[in-house]
């Protein structure tokens, strides 16, 4: 008892199981055969793609063998359609067509997404080392819109979180749940006082002690510098005042209210002017990393991408 396929004529080929991508050519061998199609020669059709006469021969036979029909009479005087062929053209060119508006649509996708980002920054990267990379993505994509959302650490994890920022920076010891990270740089919390302080006149480092017991001008809890300070003086530091910003932490300590613990980044100009004073301290670590931050699984893409390069550069 003869099956269906011994009646099979020769050279058809069964539909075979499987993914639609090993029974449908490939574009490129679809474009190949709207070329051959479009300027009557092989030859012609593989210089106008950009390859060589060989790998264009190869691309048409195993173009052939994959859908079981021959494609393109070959002889002298160049390429010619078999009408297999003829129809076979038909249908990629509606298959090309139909890639070509899929790449559009995609390329507008990516214009979209490419004419905003949204960056969110705690304090001291916010103020100190964003403008210069802003500037620097400028520069390279001066059609993108950004707007920075600055906070501290906690509200930078959040907005990420929340889907209303592309990417964000912190400054604390650990990287918030739910988000992954790289170290872009490192930073250094320093203890300052104005001049007319008594701690700026000091011989003598001020021991760990000293500092968790004097009143100190502080930022906020939820601040990477105040999770670095806490973790270092063991949840000890007391605040003599609690401010939001660096910039409130630093003019309070320029104006005398007490000692307060901001990031080398934010304090070089003061130092140089005099009008605060760098006051040693010993046996405590204040050294941290800077990270950006992005939710777990999705890393920056499109000007969030560019804009994390330029922070290593």
């Known amino acids: 008892m003869s099956t269906t396929d011994d009646h099979d004529p020769p050279g058809h080929r069964s539909a075979s199981p499987g993914s639609l991508a090993h029974r449908v050519p490939d574009l490129g061998a679809l474009e190949l055969l709207l070329a051959v199609a479009r300027l009557g020669s092989l030859g012609g059709a593989a210089r106008e793609l950009g390859i060589t006469q060989p790998a264009a021969s190869s691309r048409i036979r195993s173009m052939e063998r994959q859908l079981g029909v021959a494609l393109v009479d070959r ?95 912190v400054e604390g010891l650990t990287v918030p749940a739910g988000l992954d990270s790289a170290v872009i740089a490192h930073d250094r919390l320093i203890v300052v006082a104005a001049p007319s302080h008594a701690w700026a006149r000091r011989r003598r480092p001020i021991a760990a002690e000293e500092l968790a017991s004097t009143p100190l001008i502080l930022r906020e809890k939820g601040s990477g ?81 560019d804009l994390l390069s330029l922070t290593r550069g």
């Open 75 to 169: 002889s002298p005087r160049g390429s010619r359609l078999t009408d297999a062929g003829a129809l076979v053209t038909d249908w990629a060119r509606r298959i090309v067509e139909a890639a070509e508006a899929f790449d559009a649509g995609a390329q507008a996708l990516r214009d979209r997404r490419d004419s905003r980002l949204r960056v969110a920054a705690s304090m001291t990267i916010a103020e100190y080392l964003l403008p210069g990379w802003l500037l620097a993505l400028r520069a390279d994509r001066p059609d993108t819109a950004v707007s920075l959302l600055a906070g501290n650490s906690a509200a930078v994890a959040e907005r990420l979180l929340a889907g209303e920022a592309d990417v964000g920076f």
């Open 225 to 305: 510098t105040r999770q670095v300070l806490d973790a270092a003086l063991g949840g000890l530091a007391r605040p003599l005042i609690e401010l939001s910003s660096t910039t409130a932490v630093k003019a309070a300590a320029v104006g005398g209210a007490g000692p307060a613990v901001l990031s080398e980044l934010a304090v070089g100009e003061e130092l140089a002017m005099r009008r605060l004073v760098r006051v040693p301290v010993d046996g405590i670590a204040l050294a941290r990393d800077l990270r950006a931050v992005w939710p777990t699984g999705h890393r920056p893409t499109g000007p969030a991408r």
